[in-house]
């Protein structure tokens, strides 16, 4: 595919035949991907070099004044115990009431898939006027671009969260500062058993087009019309 920036600054795409072979990939890979829970996921997980690739696509993603406003915090086996034992507190913090079998169903979520790390937002890091919802579409494009990346290297990958995020010994264990939100665990491993994909939303389900209302606007006034006077 040739890309090239004229002097306008607008990037041409020349879509050639081999360009469909990219789009048919992208695509591919896009459709391709779906949650596969952490119970589903088995050891191998990505060796390192393929980690640092997973991991580096998150740097791709669109970063409104580049503030870097999202990490990742890795959870190495060493840190599995702990981490068990943190989300047992977890769910202690918020029902004191927890049976000793809810607790270990709790703790038993450390120790499921190869690869585990948090992702985390800053919601005040840089510039304070990107708001917070800026710098967590930012984290979902890095998020989405590590799953992508791991889905082409043929891995599974899952999404998840809960309460525990909120709890402050979660937050506590993983350094979090006082502006950092933990956002969702993520997962990455060799796929043991998959669902059915889910069916997809279809274009018309989520694309509108916007309609203008002249009146309600204003935008039907003529040059030098008053709105006023209609
Ligand atoms: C931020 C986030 C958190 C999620 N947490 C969970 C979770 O805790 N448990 C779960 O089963 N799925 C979780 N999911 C995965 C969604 O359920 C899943 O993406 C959705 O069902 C669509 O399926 P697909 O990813 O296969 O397309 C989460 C997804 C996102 C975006």
Redo the contacts with the bound molecule.
């Keep these: 595919m040739d890309v090239f920036a004229p002097m306008d600054g607008l990037v041409k795409v020349d879509t050639t035949p081999t360009d469909m072979d990219l789009v048919n990939t992208v695509a591919t890979l896009m459709q391709v991907r ?2 596969i ?1 952490p119970k589903r996921l088995m050891q191998p997980g990505p060796d390192p070099a393929q980690l640092r690739l997973i991991l580096e696509a998150a740097a791709s993603a669109p970063d409104h004044g580049q503030l870097l406003p999202w990490r990742f915090v890795t959870v190495p086996d060493a840190a599995r115990a702990t981490l068990a034992q943190v989300f047992g507190e977890a769910l202690l913090e918020r029902d004191p009431q927890a049976t000793g079998d809810q607790v270990l169903q709790a703790q038993e979520k450390a120790y499921r898939s190869p690869f585990l790390t948090l992702v985390v937002v800053d919601a005040m890091r840089g510039d304070p006027e990107i708001d917070l919802h800026e710098r967590i579409v930012s984290a979902g494009c890095a998020v989405q671009n590590v799953l992508l990346m791991a889905t082409a290297l043929g891995f599974g990958s ?5 309460k525990a995020l909120k709890s402050t010994v979660l937050c506590r264990l993983f350094g979090l500062g006082p502006h950092e939100h933990a ?2 665990f993520l997962s990455i491993g060799s796929v043991q058993s998959r669902k059915k994909a ?1 069916p997809r939303p279809v274009h018309d389900d989520f694309v509108s087009v916007l309609t203008v209302d002249p009146i309600a606007t204003g935008s039907g006034r003529q040059p030098g019309e008053n709105p006023a006077a209609r």
Excluded: D, M, V
């Design positions: 779906q949650t829970l899952a999404l998840t969260s809960g956002l969702c889910r």
